[in-house]
């Protein structure tokens, strides 16, 4: 089994690549592989607790506690949330707070990286 | 285990959205990762700006000014100042009209680093050489 590590930069909603990233980390995850999961810029209000489920907008919290669960490490860019007044406390427990380093570091040990990026 | 080497390949134009800006700011934190990582491990970055990236390296960016955030220079320059390898590509240069001197460096800050204008088929060799390859 291999180390994938992805990112994510896209926001939750406006943008599917979000919901593409959790799908590909649940795949991945499946299958038996160790994942790690980057989320920086827009890609940080994925961590945000409490997220309503409308129907007309992508939702994250379920998956991403499904992924915590399987294993997953999540981490998102501390800087990035604080900036988008997401606060700790609010953030989804498991969901790591860190800053970009732990995405280079956890590049070094992966087999194959995929970078989502933004807009 | 080997070094591990990383291109940041900064494509997208400063300011219409923070992904150039991202692409600085991942590469610089190399200088932090040992942190997390074992003795003898080591992430060697490499910054490539092509297509419209290359606009990030203007100098003189009023950013402050006109958006009350750090500029995209800044972040350039910062670069530089932590040893980063810079390569610009020489054709996007010459498509957008821009000369040498119309770009950044970091003297003041007293860098040794500077900006390395390359035909785009050295950045190619460099992306073949790296290990994995974060686009921005």
Same mark, same amino acid.
């Given at each position: 089994?291999?180390?994938?590590?992805?990112?994510?930069?896209?926001?939750?909603?406006?943008? =599917?690549?979000?919901?593409?990233?959790?799908?590909?980390?649940?795949?991945?995850?499946?299958?038996? !592989?160790?994942? $790690?999961?980057?989320?920086?810029? $827009?890609?940080?209000?994925?961590? =945000?607790?409490?997220?309503? !489920?409308?129907?007309?907008?992508?939702?994250?919290?379920?998956?991403?506690?499904?992924?915590?669960? =399987?294993?997953?490490?999540?981490?998102?860019?501390?800087?990035?949330?604080?900036?988008?007044?997401?606060? =700790?406390?609010?953030?989804?427990?498991?969901?790591?707070?860190?800053?970009? !380093?732990?995405?280079?570091?956890?590049?070094?040990?992966?087999?194959?990286?995929? !970078?989502?990026?933004?807009? | 285990?080997?070094?591990?080497?990383?291109?940041?390949?900064?494509?997208?134009?400063?300011?219409?959205?923070?992904?150039?800006?991202?692409?600085?700011?991942?590469?610089?934190?190399?200088? *932090?990762?040992?942190?997390?990582?074992?003795?003898?491990?080591?992430?060697?970055?490499? *910054?490539?700006?092509?297509?419209?990236?290359?606009?990030?390296?203007?100098?003189?960016?009023?950013?402050?000014?006109?958006?009350? *955030?750090?500029? #995209?220079?800044?972040?350039?320059?910062?670069?530089?100042? #932590?040893?980063?390898?810079?390569?610009?590509?020489?054709?996007?240069?010459?498509?957008?009209?821009?000369?040498?001197?119309?770009?950044?460096?970091?003297?003041?800050?007293?860098?040794?680093?500077?900006?390395?204008?390359?035909?785009?088929?050295?950045?190619?060799? #460099?992306?073949?050489?790296?290990?994995?390859?974060?686009?921005?």
């Amino acid at each position: 089994m291999g180390v994938l590590t992805l990112a994510c930069f896209s926001s939750l909603v406006g943008s =599917k690549s979000l919901d593409f990233t959790l799908k590909l980390a649940k795949t991945a995850a499946d299958k038996g !592989h160790t994942v $790690n999961l980057w989320l920086s810029s $827009n890609g940080t209000m994925i961590g =945000k607790a409490h997220q309503k !489920h409308l129907k007309d907008y992508s939702h994250a919290e379920k998956p991403v506690r499904e992924l915590l669960e =399987k294993g997953v490490q999540i981490c998102e860019c501390e800087a990035c949330a604080l900036a988008r007044g997401i606060q =700790k406390p609010e953030a989804i427990e498991g969901v790591q707070w860190n800053a970009m !380093h732990w995405y280079l570091a956890k590049i070094y040990s992966s087999d194959r990286v995929l !970078h989502v990026g933004g807009e | 285990m080997a070094d591990i080497k990383l291109a940041f390949v900064i494509q997208r134009p400063p300011y219409k959205s923070e992904t150039s800006t991202l692409g600085f700011t991942h590469a610089i934190s190399y200088q *932090v990762v040992e942190m997390l990582l074992e003795d003898g491990q080591n992430v060697i970055p490499t *910054v490539c700006l092509v297509g419209e990236g290359v606009l990030n390296l203007i100098k003189d960016q009023k950013a402050m000014e006109n958006y009350g *955030v750090t500029s #995209v220079e800044s972040h350039g320059k910062n670069s530089l100042l #932590v040893d980063l390898d810079m390569l610009v590509c020489k054709e996007d240069m010459e498509r957008f009209g821009l000369a040498e001197d119309r770009l950044l460096d970091a003297e003041d800050m007293g860098a040794d680093k500077k900006l390395q204008i390359v035909p785009y088929a050295e950045i190619q060799k #460099v992306l073949e050489d790296s290990n994995h390859l974060l686009f921005f």
